[in-house]
């Protein structure tokens, strides 16, 4: 499924970066004996377990030139491997990467090289990054090195990077510890810079320092895209971050990409209900708007094991609930349904206490004989007829993928909710 990103046409523009649908799945068990299934015995083996985990499951974007797009999500949605894809770190599963025009994997020796000058990476953690052996004047000559430039080039254009990222000549000769938190990530991103990339992904870059100096490089970072021309993939968990720096932003959840727009509008009118939980965890700066309360609970599933239909159902707090349930009985009849499907129900026990374990209140006549009739398949042991017989409820939410669709100009969306009930929301 392809999940797509397409900023509004500027005819004369072409895409720096253009990514097709890209896939990176990575296989659970690596051995041999450890990815075949056994029978419930014990005995032959059935088969080879093709379970993976499916970290980035088909997305696709333009990034032109001069332009920042932010990827958005929590920790595990895959944002870290979508930027090692991009780069050729990791392998792509499936679809395709083109740099100026040109597929990545098709790259020659001589391609390789210069796609690896024009696209830096910055991590997160400026510390881990640095190596604590090397000064800090080496470390950021190193990509002119390994591009040929001979000692005394390098040296006069570290010491120009060092200027124009707010450190000084006398910290050529220092070591990362010497530096603080902020100051290291100032020499990442001179290191970065240091052979004028077109691209740079930036990969959490601001996490874990401290907000003063989190606006002091986030500052840093826009001068040296507006000297330089250079182009951003700026990736955070922190939606807050990039209101001032993205042009547009992608929020990504367990592999897809969910919304996608223009920042402004991301941040005035979100449509997905999973960016509207993480701008609900965003502390509002406005002193005199009442902060509310973060809907989103629970962690992200398992990539291995995605939620069926729309990924962010099992947390999603609009999820369409199907007739005749209200939200908070659906909600019961999910937990009941999830044990009935691992088998994990108690049979041991009367069916009054069975059912009065999951549901608080009366429920519709239909859906207690549904129940009733499960409860008693689980009991006889029959847990295929009890899976089928809760077969009969289900969210379309649940059921079917959500597409992304455009709902503005561009700004796209992947959800089930029509218009009316998509309450646009504002922060
Ligand atoms: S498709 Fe359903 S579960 Fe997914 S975000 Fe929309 S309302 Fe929530």
Request: aromatic share 8%; hydrophobic share 35%.
């Amino acid at each position: 499924m392809s999940r797509s990103v397409r900023r509004p046409q500027n005819e004369t523009d072409e895409p720096l970066l253009r990514v097709e649908n890209l896939t990176k799945h990575f296989p659970v068990n690596t051995g041999f004996i450890s990815s075949l299934r056994w029978n419930s015995s014990g005995g032959f083996p059935l088969g080879l377990d093709d379970k993976s985990v499916r970290a980035v499951d088909g997305v696709s974007f333009d990034l032109y030139p001069g332009e920042t797009l932010g990827v958005v999500g929590e920790s595990g949605c895959g944002k870290s491997t979508l930027a090692r894809t991009l780069l050729g770190l990791t392998d792509p599963t499936d679809g395709a990467v083109k740099f100026r025009g040109m597929r990545t994997t098709t790259f020659g020796s001589d391609e390789k090289r210069e796609f690896r000058r024009n696209a830096q990476i910055v991590f997160q953690d400026p510390q881990s990054s640095l190596n604590p052996r090397r000064k800090a004047g080496n470390i950021i000559a190193d990509p002119l090195e390994a591009a040929g430039w001979s000692e005394e080039e390098r040296r006069e254009r570290v010491l120009e990077l060092l200027g124009q990222v707010g450190l000084k000549e006398e910290h050529y000769g220092r070591y990362p510890h010497e530096f603080s938190g902020g100051q290291r990530q100032r020499i990442n991103l001179a290191r970065a810079l240091s052979i004028n990339p077109d691209l740079v992904i930036a990969d959490e870059p601001v996490s874990g320092l401290d907000m003063s100096v989190q606006a002091q490089i986030l500052s840093l970072m826009q001068d040296l895209q507006d000297e330089y021309g250079l182009t951003y993939l700026f990736i955070t968990h922190d939606l807050s971050v990039i209101r001032n720096v993205a042009d547009r932003v992608a929020v990504m959840y367990l592999g897809d990409f969910v919304e996608t727009g223009p920042v402004e509008r991301l941040f005035t009118e979100p449509h997905h209900p999973y960016t509207c939980a993480l701008l609900e965890a965003v502390p509002n700066p406005d002193p005199d708007v009442r902060g509310v309360e973060p809907r989103l609970v629970g962690d992200v599933p398992s990539p291995s094991d995605p939620p069926s239909g729309c990924k962010f159902h099992t947390r999603c707090p609009e999820l369409i609930v199907p007739d005749p349930f209200t939200r908070e009985e659906y909600h019961e009849y999910m937990a009941f349904r999830s044990d009935v499907q691992d088998e994990n129900l108690q049979t041991d026990v009367e069916p009054a206490a069975v059912r009065a374990h999951y549901f608080g209140g009366d429920l519709p006549p239909d859906v207690e004989r549904t129940i009733e009739s499960a409860v008693s398949h689980a009991a006889d042991g029959d847990w295929d007829d009890a899976r089928a017989a809760l077969a009969e409820y289900r969210s379309p939410c649940e059921a079917e993928v959500p597409e992304l669709q455009s709902v503005a100009d561009g700004h796209l969306l992947a959800c089930h909710l029509d218009a009316e009930e998509r309450e646009a929301f504002s922060w």
